[in-house]
């Protein structure tokens, strides 16, 4: 018998006890949809750069000045690791961002705590922009090609090199930022090849590797150089992924598994 149930002839504690039941009930069912909206907020400001929106207990909100300072960090350091690699010098990163360094130590101690701020705002800006991909194409290759092109803007191939050095991969922040990515690119690949737009002897795995391939920068070369022939190349690449397939390809697809095994 549930706890809101009276007993017929039960006592009036009985009763009570079950209208406390049912009000904790729903006090937890409201209380959950705050929740998701939090981590749904944190996800939206680290693709702005910002810090997780979700407030700690005791803790002020920072100031708009320090928010945009923390961005303008975040921005610089994105652009100088794609154009010179995560060893760029944290010096350069502040006078990029017109900041002091005692500014950019005061929001980010070393260098992979930066790095892991650099990684999760592009994830997350990423992510965004599969799903307005998503929104925006109501074919689903348009959709997926749209989010492809996109995603190369965001330079995601030169986050690469970053995680192969001194950096927490596992980190709960990160996993969870990824697992958004890789579902809403799951959800443009799967949708185009329910139409029949795209082959399907490919997996997801495949379009995020040709993606990080295309968009990294080759070594020794000024990526800013051949950013005019990304995609045009990114292009060629999604002509192959549109049915009918014009050859079979070798060995077997990439899947998301196979690209964390890596």
């Known amino acids: 018998m549930g706890t809101g149930s009276v007993v017929k002839g039960g006592t009036a504690a009985e009763a009570a006890a079950g209208s406390t039941a049912r ?26 750069g910002a810090a997780p929106t979700a407030p700690c207990r005791g803790t002020s909100r ?98 690469c090199p970053m995680l192969s050095g001194v950096f927490d991969r596992d980190h709960p922040d990160l996993l969870a930022e990824r697992g958004r990515l890789e579902e809403a690119v799951e959800g443009l690949v799967a949708r185009a090849q329910s139409a029949g737009r795209l082959r399907t002897d490919i997996a997801v795995g495949d379009v995020l590797v040709a993606l990080s391939q295309l968009t990294r920068p080759l070594p020794g ?8 022939f990304t995609h045009r190349h990114l292009q060629l690449f999604l002509d192959g992924l549109e049915t009918p397939a ?15 095994r890596s």
Do not use: M, W
Not at 31 to 36: G, I, T, V
Not at 126 to 154: G, I
Not at 221 to 228: F, K
């Open 23 to 48: 009000a904790a009930d729903g006090a937890a069912a409201r209380d959950a949809e705050p929740a998701k909206d939090a981590v749904r907020a944190d996800s939206a400001a680290r693709a702005k």
């Open 62 to 159: 920072p100031r708009a000045d320090a928010l945009r300072n923390r961005e303008r960090i975040i921005a610089a350091a994105r652009e100088l690791f794609v154009e010179f690699g995560p060893d760029v010098a944290l010096d350069d990163v502040a006078r990029r961002a017109g900041v002091g360094n005692a500014t950019l130590y005061r929001n980010f101690p070393d260098r992979a705590a930066l790095t892991h701020e650099v990684v999760l705002a592009v994830t997350s800006r990423t992510t965004l922009r599969a799903e307005e991909a998503e929104a925006a194409e109501a074919d689903p290759f348009a959709a997926l090609s749209r989010f492809v092109h996109a995603a190369a803007d965001e330079r995601i191939g030169a986050l």
């Open 221 to 228: 070369i000024a990526c800013q150089g051949i950013d005019r």
């Open 246 to 260: 014009r050859s079979e390809l070798p060995g077997s697809a990439a899947t998301l598994e196979d690209l964390r």
